[in-house]
């Protein structure tokens, strides 16, 4: 069994940084691509960020491209989402996502916005940006 759980969440003013962190436990296993997503109240979950295993492939939503980063530390089974220059359409309950099995390297950008294509999801840590 698989588990992960997000850290780092909380409340800060437009302008400010949260790093939020995703912690993988369970059995030994190799998260071949590791996401990061979002919901905010009465809106359908959205894809922010992903990385592939090797870090050689990162994909972001537009809308963070410049202010968030991903970043993983495969010896600890680790993700983080490094969020500067927030904003209040940032708010939302963030979760962490891992895919287990492999994608060719032709479909890995795509498949990594779409929340079908992962296999295992932490239940979230809440992101509250006031203006």
């Known amino acids: 069994q698989v588990h992960l759980v997000e850290s780092g969440g909380g409340s800060v003013e437009a302008g400010g940084s949260l790093r939020l962190t995703c912690a993988v436990s369970?059995?030994?296993?190799?998260?071949?691509?590791m996401g990061w997503f979002r919901q905010a109240p009465g809106k359908e979950r959205e894809f922010v960020a992903a990385?592939?295993?090797?870090?050689?492939?990162?994909h972001y939503l537009d809308s963070v491209k410049d202010r968030f980063t991903i970043s993983r530390d495969n010896d600890k089974n680790t993700a983080y989402l490094q969020m500067n220059s927030l904003k209040p359409e940032d708010t939302a309950v963030y979760f962490c996502?891992?895919?287990?099995?492999?994608?060719?390297?032709?479909?890995?950008?795509?498949?990594?916005?779409?929340?079908?294509?992962?296999?295992?999801w932490g239940q979230g840590t809440q992101v509250t940006v006031s203006s």
């Open positions: 990385i592939s295993w090797s870090a050689n492939t990162r």
């Open positions: 369970g059995r030994t296993f190799m998260a071949y691509i």
């Open positions: 996502a891992v895919r287990e099995r492999v994608i060719p390297p032709r479909q890995l950008m795509d498949s990594m916005g779409l929340d079908h294509e992962y296999d295992y």
